[in-house]
C-alpha cells in the first residue's frame, strides 16, 4: 500500500454519505424538495441564520460557525481530511519581459511563470536537457522554458491545428524580437540567433498507440528538435481529461522519460471505469445520457490499484462540481447567482407545463434576463416553447421566494465538497506513479484564487 496524502475511506464515506448533495441536479432542488434531506441533518436552522457574509465563507471548512452542531463541525472535519492542502507559495517566477506576456490574460502570465520555475526546479540536479510538453495550446509554456533557457530542447504537442499554426507564428515572432533584447542584456555573449530558441511546436493527435516505450523516438522522427539518444521530461499544464492520464502512462511506458510535472483540469471529460456517466438522469433514452467511449481503456479512472481495489465512481454532475473555484468565491466573499434561483423555479414549470421537456437543456441565453418573466420567455423561446402568462410566472415564483435562501446555502455547500472529488481524482493519479516505483508529490503551483486547478504532481525515475 502506497502513502496516501488524504484519506481515502473517509472520503469514500462522505462523498456516499452526501451524495444527495453534489449527484442531484440543482435544477431539481425545488421540484424534488431537496431541502428535505438539509432539514433531517437538523442543520436547516444553522444554516438559514447564516448572514451574507458567514454564507459566503460557507465552501471554506476551516471556517466554523460559532452556533454550529456537533454534527456540522463533525462533517467539516472530514472534509478538511478529505481535501489536499491548497497551499501556495509563490515562486517568484522566471522571467519579467512584458514580450513573454504578449497576449496572455493576467491569469495565463502567472500560469506560466509558476509553471515554468517549477519545471526548472525540477530539472536541477537532473541530466536532462529536453522538455515535451502535452497538449501545448498556443505554445506559451514550451516558448517561455525555451527562451529563457536556450540549454533546453523543447516540443510541444497539440491536437489543434489553429493552435499549432498560432504557436509557429507567434514562435517566430519572439525569435526576431527576442534576440536583440538577450544581445542588450548579456552584451558579451556570442550565442547566435539559432542557438537561442529550441523550441518546437508539433501538431499530434495523442491517442493510445503513442503510449509505449518509443514515445522519444516516435516524437523525435517527426521533430527537427528532439533527439531520440536524450532524456526528456515530460510536462502537462491544465491538460484536459483524459489527456493527464495518457500524460502518465506514457511517463512510465517510456524509459528516456525521466521526470513528469502534471496539472490536470476538465474533471468531467476523464473516461469512467463505469458503464454509463449520466446528467440529469439515468434514463438512456434521456438526451442527458452520455455513455463513456470506452470504460475498458487503459487510461481510464481509475488508474491506481489502490482506487481499482476499491472505487469511488462519480456522477457526471458531481465531476462538473469538481471544476468549482472555492476559494476565489470565499475570497472575493461572492454569493450564488440569482439566476441559479430562476432556473430551479422555471425547472418546476417545465414539469408542470410541458413534462416532455424537463429534461432538455436551457443553456445559457436565459441567463441575460432582468427578471423572471423575462427569464421565463428566453427559455420557452430557446426550446421551442410556446410562452406563458405574466400572471402563471409570478404566482409560481412568489411560491418560492420565500425558501430562495435556502438554494443557495445548498450550493454553497456542494462547493464545500468540490475539492473532496478533485482530490480522489488527483490522488488516484499520485497513487498511480507511487504503484510504479516513482518518487513523486503532489502540491499546488497556482494562487488558487487566480487559477483554481493548482493541484501539481511531480515525479522522478529512480
Excluded at 90 to 110: A, E, F, I, W, Y
Excluded at 318 to 342: G, H, M, S, V, W
Amino acid at each position: 500500500m502506497v502513502a496516501c496524502p488524504i484519506d481515502l475511506n473517509q472520503a469514500r464515506q462522505l462523498l456516499t454519505t452526501f451524495k444527495f448533495l453534489i449527484d442531484e441536479p440543482l435544477v431539481n432542488f425545488y421540484r424534488d424538495n431537496h431541502w428535505r434531506y438539509i432539514v433531517t441533518l437538523g442543520w436547516d436552522d444553522l444554516l438559514v441564520a447564516l448572514s451574507d457574509e458567514e454564507l459566503s465563507q460557507l465552501p471554506c471548512p476551516s471556517i466554523v460557525p460559532i452556533t454550529a452542531p456537533g454534527s456540522y463541525r463533525e462533517f467539516l472535519k472530514h472534509v478538511e481530511n478529505c481535501i489536499i492542502p491548497v497551499t501556495y507559495h509563490s515562486s517568484g517566477g522566471t522571467n519579467d519581459d512584458d514580450l513573454v506576456k504578449v497576449g496572455m490574460s493576467p491569469k495565463k502570465q502567472h500560469e506560466i511563470s509558476e509553471m515554468s520555475s517549477l519545471v526548472m526546479r525540477q530539472l536541477e540536479g537532473q541530466s536532462i536537457s529536453q522538455v515535451i510538453d502535452f497538449g501545448s495550446g498556443k505554445g506559451y509554456l514550451p516558448e517561455n522554458l525555451s527562451l529563457n533557457n536556450p540549454q533546453l530542447l523543447v516540443v510541444g504537442l497539440d491536437k489543434s491545428e489553429v493552435n499549432t499554426r498560432g504557436a509557429l507564428n507567434r514562435n517566430n515572432l519572439m525569435n526576431r524580437l527576442w534576440y536583440p533584447l538577450h544581445l542588450k542584456a548579456n552584451p558579451g555573449s556570442t550565442i547566435n540567433r539559432d542557438e537561442l530558441n529550441h523550441y518546437e511546436p508539433l501538431m499530434l493527435h495523442l491517442n493510445p498507440t503513442h503510449v509505449n516505450k518509443n514515445f522519444v523516438g516516435d516524437i523525435s522522427a517527426v521533430s527537427t528538435t528532439l533527439r531520440s539518444d536524450r532524456s526528456a521530461m515530460l510536462v502537462g499544464l491544465h491538460a484536459c481529461g483524459d489527456l493527464t492520464s495518457f500524460l502518465l502512462s506514457t511517463f512510465l511506458a517510456c524509459p528516456e522519460l525521466r521526470s513528469i510535472v502534471s496539472v490536470g483540469c476538465c474533471y468531467h471529460l476523464i473516461t469512467q471505469r463505469t458503464p454509463t456517466q449520466c446528467y440529469m438522469t439515468p434514463d438512456s433514452d434521456s438526451p442527458h445520457h452520455y455513455p463513456n467511449p470506452d470504460p475498458t481503456a487503459r487510461h481510464a479512472y481509475p488508474l491506481s490499484n489502490t482506487l481499482k481495489e476499491s472505487p469511488v465512481y462519480f456522477s457526471r454532475n458531481a465531476l462538473n462540481l469538481a471544476q468549482q473555484a472555492p476559494e476565489k468565491n470565499t475570497y472575493f466573499r461572492k454569493l450564488p447567482d440569482r439566476n441559479i434561483f430562476y432556473r430551479a423555479v422555471f425547472q418546476v414549470i417545465l414539469s408542470t407545463f410541458y413534462p416532455k421537456a424537463a429534461f432538455q437543456n436551457v443553456g445559457h441565453k436565459a441567463s441575460a434576463a432582468n427578471n423572471f418573466p423575462e427569464y421565463c420567455n428566453l427559455a420557452l423561446e430557446k426550446l421551442s416553447l410556446p410562452a406563458l402568462l405574466e400572471d402563471e410566472v409570478m404566482g409560481i415564483l412568489r411560491t418560492y421566494e420565500p425558501v430562495e435562501r435556502h438554494i443557495y446555502i445548498v450550493y454553497q455547500l456542494r462547493m464545500l465538497l468540490s475539492r473532496v472529488i478533485e482530490s480522489v481524482v488527483v490522488v488516484d493519479r499520485l497513487c498511480y506513479l507511487r504503484e510504479n516505483g516513482i518518487k513523486s508529490e503532489v502540491g499546488c503551483v497556482f494562487d488558487p484564487v487566480i487559477s483554481p486547478r493548482t493541484y501539481v504532481i511531480t515525479g522522478e525515475k529512480p
